[in-house]
C-alpha cells in the first residue's frame, strides 16, 4: 500500500504555491495602502548609523518592504537625499518635522507607490532558473484615515518561556 493512495498530486504545485503564499510574494507596481511596523535606528556594515523602517503592504498580503535611510552617512549627498527621502515620509504622515524618536512612526499608516524590478536570477532546489523581483518605494501619499483603520501593532514578545 502506498502512504499517498487517493491523494492528488498536483503538476501545477509550484503555480499554486506561490499564489497562495500570502505575505510572501513582491507587490506588483502600483497603489498600496502600507502600515509601518516596525522603525529603527541601526548600524550598517560599514559601521555608519542609519534608520530603518519596515512597511506592512496592503494588509500583509505581500512582502514587507524596508526602507533604509542614511541619515548619519559621512558622505554628504548620500545623507542629503537620505533626509530629503526620510523628510517626505514624515511629512505624508502629517508631520511637520522629525519625529522625537523614529520608534514614534510604528503604527503609522500612509500609501505607497510601488514598482517591482527584477533583482537577479537564482537556481532553486529542482536546478531551475528564476527571476528573483523586489519592490521599490516611488512615492508616499498620506492615508484617508476614514478609509484605513490603524491597525495595533503587536508588541515583539520574549522568546523566554513564561513562568506563571
Not at 507587490?27 to 519596515?54: F, H, R
Not at 524596508?66 to 504622515?93: G, M, T
Request: with cysteine; glycine share 6%; net charge negative.
Amino acid at each position: 500500500m502506498n502512504d499517498f493512495d487517493g491523494m492528488d498530486f498536483f503538476e501545477d504545485g509550484d503555480q499554486i504555491m506561490s499564489e497562495s503564499a500570502a505575505g510572501t510574494l513582491t507587490a506588483p507596481s502600483g497603489d498600496y495602502e502600507a502600515v509601518i511596523v516596525e522603525a529603527e535606528n541601526t548600524t550598517s556594515k560599514a559601521g555608519n548609523k542609519m534608520s530603518v523602517v519596515t512597511f506592512q503592504i496592503d494588509g500583509g498580503n505581500y512582502r514587507d518592504h524596508r526602507e533604509y535611510f542614511n541619515l548619519w552617512h559621512p558622505i554628504d549627498d548620500v545623507q542629503s537625499i537620505a533626509r530629503r527621502n526620510f523628510s517626505i515620509l514624515c511629512k505624508k504622515l502629517g508631520l511637520k518635522a522629525y519625529p522625537n524618536n523614529v520608534e514614534d512612526l510604528k503604527g503609522s499608516v500612509l500609501k505607497v507607490t510601488l514598482e517591482k524590478y527584477k533583482d537577479g536570477t537564482y537556481v532553486d532546489q529542482n536546478d531551475k532558473e528564476r527571476t528573483s523581483y523586489k519592490n521599490k518605494i516611488l512615492g508616499y501619499e498620506m492615508a484617508d484615515k476614514e478609509e484605513i483603520p490603524i491597525p495595533k501593532v503587536p508588541e515583539k514578545t520574549s522568546s523566554k518561556p513564561s513562568l506563571s
